[in-house]
Antibody, heavy 122, light 112 residues
Framework: QVQLQESGPGLVKPSQTLSLTCTVS??????????WSWIRQPAGKGLEWIGR???????NYNPSLKSRVTISVDTSKNQFSLKLSSVTAADTAVYYC??????????????WGQGTLVTVSS | QSVLTQPPSVSGAPGQRVTISCTGS?????????VHWYQQLPGTAPKLLIY???NRPSGVPDRFSGSKSGTSASLAITGLQAEDEADYYC????????????FGTGTKVTVL
């Protein structure tokens, strides 16, 4: 079964760029009609979808974050990545990667990685 | 702020039935977009519970059921168990502005 694992720095300074990678195991990132998404959750708060990528490189981003987000994919490494620029304390959260399944009338996310905490602080 | 509103908390005794509402609008649930539900146990990642309004993935007990009507959706848990104590989130798509996947505000289920 497919498993996802996030990796990257746990501490990022304000105004810098947050960079995370999600490694997919148990299956090829290129197989099937799947997108691959990033989702975040500030401590004690709800979930926020950040964006998604297809293995062709096609992307969709949350409009509220679009100006700062870049998601890319490396099919040779079975990985996809997130870059969030000009971070502030408001970007402190647990970041999850997830497989994004295409439904007829909206997508759903399954499975999810275990999540990685990123703190923005000087 | 989320465009999908859930009650902050619901509670019930073991064996009881509880329901969680997810209220949207004409740009998301009311526009015909499907609703999905996730369970988040303390300290863990969310897990898919219901997809496509009412479908259970393999391995999810049939105590969990979902429904959708108009601009709202609901998750029902029958025969409540202690292990069901968790946060629950609905999720759909919103077509306003440039469009985006959106999550509900989340509901904490407490087993009394």
């Amino acid at each position: 079964q497919v498993q996802l694992q996030e990796s990257g720095p746990g501490l990022v300074k304000p105004s810098q760029t947050l960079s995370l990678t999600c490694t997919v195991s148990g299956g090829s990132i290129s197989s099937g009609s799947y997108y691959w998404s990033w989702i975040r959750q500030p401590a004690g708060k709800g979930l926020e979808w950040i964006g998604r990528i297809y293995t062709s490189g096609s992307t969709n981003y949350n409009p509220s974050l679009k100006s700062r987000v870049t998601i890319s994919v490396d099919t040779s490494k079975n990985q996809f990545s997130l870059k969030l620029s000009s971070v502030t304390a408001a970007d402190t959260a647990v970041y999850y990667c997830a497989r994004d399944l295409l439904g007829l009338a909206s997508d759903w996310f399954d499975p999810w990685g275990q999540g990685t905490l990123v703190t923005v602080s000087s | 702020q989320s465009v999908l509103t859930q009650p902050p908390s619901v509670s019930g005794a073991p064996g009881q039935r509880v329901t969680i509402s997810c209220t949207g609008s004409s740009s998301n649930i009311g526009a015909g977009y499907d609703v999905h539900w996730y369970q988040q146990l303390p300290g863990t990642a969310p897990k898919l519970l219901i997809y496509g309004n009412s479908n259970r993935p393999s391995g999810v007990p049939d105590r969990f059921s979902g429904s959708k009507s108009g601009t709202s959706a609901s998750l029902a848990i029958t025969g409540l168990q202690a292990e069901d104590e968790a946060d629950y989130y609905c999720q759909s798509y919103d077509s306003s502005l440039s469009g985006s996947d959106v999550f509900g505000t989340g509901t904490k289920v407490t087993v009394l």
